[in-house]
């Protein structure tokens, strides 16, 4: 999404150790920081609803999401003066397909559940969860929204923020710093060296998350629902990225 509204590459060279470089930036990172927190405070608490009580047409609303998000990162993938992308970015593709396909197998969706008491073990677990979410928040084309539910530990995040469970938010926020700037150095190397590689991989990395989110069909009226939720996703995404054509 932040390819989408054109934000990208300047957050990008903002998230760094460098606290000067930081402040200087205030007056982008301000909007986009009070943005981000409205969001989960808003919506952790109907998210969460959403999953317990409609948990498919709330999945599927993250496909279209996925789905209308595609035409912008397909572009950066693309070859220069080219339609298509080199062979080698469509190799990166193709295995990071495979990638996201072994974590379908493992389904680990079925089996999230929600913690609510910090342990030691929890508490590892929160930090990596936040740092690895951090990382894919880094990556274009993945969210870490949808690295949470891949691992097992959004409904967890989501009822923590929602309830304001400060112990268990506290190791998630120590592991998001850490892996934002992990991720944004990591990402701004891949960018400089091979771009059209790395957006290759990002287009097989959402196309395979397509495949770990997909949560059926079901029946009656959650088709409708479905339906209404991937084309209302869909929309989101892609008409966003129609209003970015700089990109």
Partial sequence: MAIVFNVYDRLIEII???????FAA?????PLMIGAVAGILFFSRLVTLLLDNYPIPTYWFFIGLIAGSTPPIYRRARRPGSA?????????GILALGAMAA???LNPLEDAVSYTVLTPQLFGMLAASG????IALIIPGLSGTFFLL????????VQAVSELNIPLLIPVAIGIVAGLLIGAAFVRFLLAKVPGE???AVLGLLAGSLIVLYPGIGSGAAIVFSAISLLAGFAISFFSGKQKKSL
Wanted: proline share 5%; net charge positive.
């Fill in 26 to 30: 205030w007056k982008f990172l301000l």
């Fill in 16 to 22: 760094t150790p460098n606290v000067k470089k930081i």
């Fill in 150 to 157: 891949v691992i097992g530990m959004y409904r967890t995040f």
């Fill in 198 to 200: 790395t957006y290759g």
């Fill in 103 to 105: 974590m379908a197998v």
């Fill in 131 to 134: 740092a690895l979410a951090a």
């Fill in 84 to 92: 298509f992308p080199s062979a080698v970015a469509v190799v990166c």
